[in-house]
């Protein structure tokens, strides 16, 4: 293709270097480093003048370093004349501080949406964003994909009787995600009902519907440390389900959470490549990984050539 160029961050190489091949392109060059004081240096090691310039940097790892990067090297692209700069950013970094919850405290999101702005972002291009609004807290375009068309192969692929299975959600936040799942494989839906004393701290569960003798498939948007799936998983099988697998899109797992999946009773749990995860899987058997490189790069194709995007909100690309 044409006046393109794909730049990767630090965070994520490997998810960056598939979306080429999937272009058939180069990942295009450019010096990450760090002076001796932490501060991030970048240096862009082609012309980008009159190119439509993607940088594929996920907020994952060391969030606040990769997402200082991003905005470094989008402004550098944007000061060296080239046309267009979105950023692919596949998990979206503080998204779940989108909303005052409590006084005082700070919309975060809203925050990283002006950073990007003002570092010269033109579009971005995420992955199930925490909660859909964050696209307005953006004035330019944002393209907000979703791993559910993959996430929905994947259960007819590998999942046995997946025709008998309920589609659970943990929180009622999930509920809209999880009836789309269920209407589109003719299955039913449960929810469970969960109360917060504080942050990533589950205090009580209320199960809503009936998973008697069936396989129950959780399915979330984002596994930090895994304490509710994990609550949930238990909830379930105490009320009659005779298999539980959980499905989230971004599978963060951080702190105890690797632990707490060895110790549970998940078959499996399936996550995407929006953050990296062969780390993960290395300690942990049950973690499953799809992915989401060619759904990514098919956006970025369709972007550059002034295409629809919303074939992918419910195909995925061959």
Known sequence: MPNIKVF???SHKDLASKICERLQLEVSKASLKKFSNRETNVEIGESVRGEDVYIVQSGCGEVNDNLMEL?????????????????????????RQDKKDKSRAPISAKLIANMLSVAGADHIITMDLHASQIQGFFDIPVDNLYAEPAILKHIREFIPSWQDSVIVSPDAGGAKRVT??????????AL????????NEVEKMTLVGDVTNKVAILVDDMADTCGTICLAADKLVEAGA????AFCVHGVFSGPALQRLNNSVFEAVVVTNT?????????C?????IDISMILAEAIRRTHNGE??????????M
């Open 242 to 245: 005779r298999a539980v697998y």
């Open 192 to 199: 469970i009902h969960k109360e917060r004393k504080r942050a």
């Open 285 to 289: 058997n049950k973690i499953h990984c």
């Open 8 to 10: 990767s961050g630090s």
């Open 308 to 317: 629809s995007v919303s074939y992918l909100f419910s195909h995925v690309p």
């Open 71 to 95: 905005l470094i090297m989008i402004n550098a692209c944007k000061i060296a004349s080239s046309c267009r700069v979105a950023a692919v950013i596949p998990c979206f970094p503080y998204a």
């Open 275 to 283: 953050i990296p995860q062969e780390e993960n899987m290395k300690k």
């Open 180 to 189: 789309a799942i269920a209407d589109r494989l003719k299955v039913d839906f």
